[in-house]
């Protein structure tokens, strides 16, 4: 009686098995098939029996396997996402995870960092204003004045970017400039000279003088003054204090008009609202040009006379367009851009 074995995919055999199969049907002309089974591990064996007593054996990787292999895989992670899941509906981790985000609200929501970064008076005051346009003097001054609302009174300051580099000697720009309406401040001046210059001094008003007392004081510490005017014939004691001065500011200077031989003018001068400009190593100059409560007709006369005294002193090594830009704000408010055209071709009306 022939046998045959034939291999189903709920039985399949290895291949071994199914080798020692076929040896004991062999007399029969039968076809022998062992199929793999999705679960099996093995590689399908097809085996063919004819007449011949020579077996005809084909092993081959079946597509069944690794269509097997994918949907273990599948299954296996449809587990691991049923263990991943939490209470509040999401997914801890994963190649595709995208944690929830909140929306933002108040200052986090503003698009830039500064802006993040400013105060909410900063940010409610600089909507009256319009960054995107370039004022002319008398609008700038009108709109910069809205914007004050701290409990002091706000200087007004000016700030001109210049086509200057300092670091050349012919680009330097270093000057003084007597604003018409004054600067608003009271100016403490301070006076060496020695005889006669010393009693005009005290004669002008000055609130502190003294020779070589004085340059005692000052080595020891004592900085109680704003402006410190010297005589030529003191200059030489003066050197000694530039490293006490010089970071200050206070070091006298024939530019500055603090050394001269005329006392009583230089103080007068001073007090009345005469200030000293020069341009930074980045190429700006900075300048108070009054108080906020002035009246417009005052702020923007000492303004113009400081544009007057910048574009006069031009050095000359500067190339090109001089101006570059032109702004001006309060001690704590946003900065207001000027037209440059407009604001060198600005002239104020005079009154009949």
């Given at each position: 009686?022939?046998?045959?074995i034939?291999?189903t995919?709920?039985h399949?055999?290895?291949?071994?098995?199914a080798?020692?199969?076929?040896k004991?049907?062999?007399?029969?002309?039968?076809?022998?098939?062992?199929l793999?089974?999705?679960?099996?591990?093995?590689?399908?064996?097809?085996?063919?029996?004819?007449?011949?007593?020579?077996?005809?054996v084909?092993i081959?990787?079946?597509?069944?396997r690794?269509?097997?292999?994918t949907?273990?895989?599948e299954?296996q992670?449809?587990e691991?996402?049923?263990e991943?899941?939490v209470d509040d509906?999401?997914?801890?981790?994963?190649?595709?995870?995208?944690?929830?985000t909140?929306?933002?609200?108040?200052?986090?929501?503003?698009p830039?960092?500064?802006d993040?970064?400013?105060?909410?008076?900063?940010l409610e005051?600089?909507?009256?204003?319009d960054?995107?346009?370039?004022?002319?003097?008398?609008?700038?001054?009108?709109?910069?004045?809205?914007?004050?609302g701290t409990?002091?009174?706000?200087?007004?300051e000016?700030?001109?970017?210049?086509?200057?580099d300092?670091?050349?000697a012919?680009?330097?720009?270093?000057?003084?400039v007597?604003l018409?309406?004054?600067?608003?401040?009271?100016?403490?001046?301070?006076v060496l000279?020695?005889?006669?210059?010393?009693?005009?001094a005290q004669s002008?008003?000055?609130d502190?003088y003294?020779a070589?007392?004085l340059?005692?004081?000052?080595?020891?510490?004592?900085?109680?003054?704003?402006?410190?005017?010297a005589?030529?014939?003191?200059?030489?004691?003066?050197?000694?204090?530039?490293?006490?001065?010089?970071?200050r500011?206070?070091?006298?200077?024939p530019?500055?008009?603090?050394?001269?031989?005329?006392?009583?003018?230089?103080?007068?001068?001073?007090?009345?609202?005469?200030?000293?400009?020069r341009?930074d190593?980045?190429?700006?100059?900075?300048?108070?040009?009054?108080?906020?409560?002035f009246?417009?007709d005052?702020l923007?006369?000492?303004f113009m006379?400081?544009?007057?005294?910048?574009?006069?002193?031009k050095p000359k090594?500067a190339?090109?367009?001089?101006?570059?830009s032109?702004y001006?704000?309060?001690?704590m408010?946003?900065?207001i851009?000027?037209?440059v055209?407009?604001?060198l071709?600005?002239?104020?009306?005079?009154s009949v």
């Amino acid at each position: 009686m022939a046998s045959s074995i034939v291999a189903t995919p709920a039985h399949t055999l290895s291949p071994p098995a199914a080798l020692a199969s076929a040896k004991l049907g062999a007399a029969s002309p039968s076809l022998f098939l062992a199929l793999s089974s999705p679960h099996s591990s093995f590689p399908s064996l097809t085996l063919t029996c004819c007449h011949n007593p020579c077996f005809l054996v084909s092993i081959k990787q079946p597509i069944c396997r690794a269509v097997a292999g994918t949907a273990a895989a599948e299954v296996q992670d449809e587990e691991e996402e049923e263990e991943e899941e939490v209470d509040d509906g999401y997914v801890k981790s994963g190649p595709a995870f995208t944690p929830p985000t909140k929306p933002k609200t108040g200052k986090a929501a503003l698009p830039t960092k500064r802006d993040r970064m400013r105060s909410k008076r900063f940010l409610e005051i600089q909507k009256l204003r319009d960054k995107t346009k370039e004022y002319d003097v008398v609008s700038a001054i009108m709109v910069m004045k809205q914007m004050t609302g701290t409990k002091f009174v706000e200087s007004a300051e000016a700030h001109f970017r210049l086509k200057l580099d300092p670091k050349y000697a012919d680009q330097q720009l270093r000057a003084t400039v007597n604003l018409p309406k004054g600067t608003g401040q009271t100016v403490r001046v301070a006076v060496l000279a020695q005889g006669e210059k010393l009693d005009e001094a005290q004669s002008a008003g000055a609130d502190v003088y003294g020779a070589d007392d004085l340059i005692e004081k000052i080595k020891e510490g004592f900085m109680e003054f704003d402006k410190l005017i010297a005589s030529p014939e003191m200059m030489p004691k003066v050197a000694g204090l530039g490293r006490i001065l010089g970071p200050r500011g206070l070091m006298p200077n024939p530019k500055a008009g603090t050394v001269t031989s005329d006392i009583t003018q230089a103080i007068n001068e001073f007090k009345k609202g005469k200030v000293e400009y020069r341009v930074d190593k980045t190429g700006i100059v900075h300048v108070l040009f009054g108080k906020c409560n002035f009246p417009d007709d005052d702020l923007v006369e000492n303004f113009m006379a400081i544009v007057r005294s910048v574009e006069t002193n031009k050095p000359k090594g500067a190339k090109g367009v001089y101006w570059r830009s032109a702004y001006i704000c309060s001690t704590m408010g946003p900065s207001i851009r000027l037209n440059v055209k407009r604001m060198l071709e600005f002239k104020p009306l005079t009154s009949v």
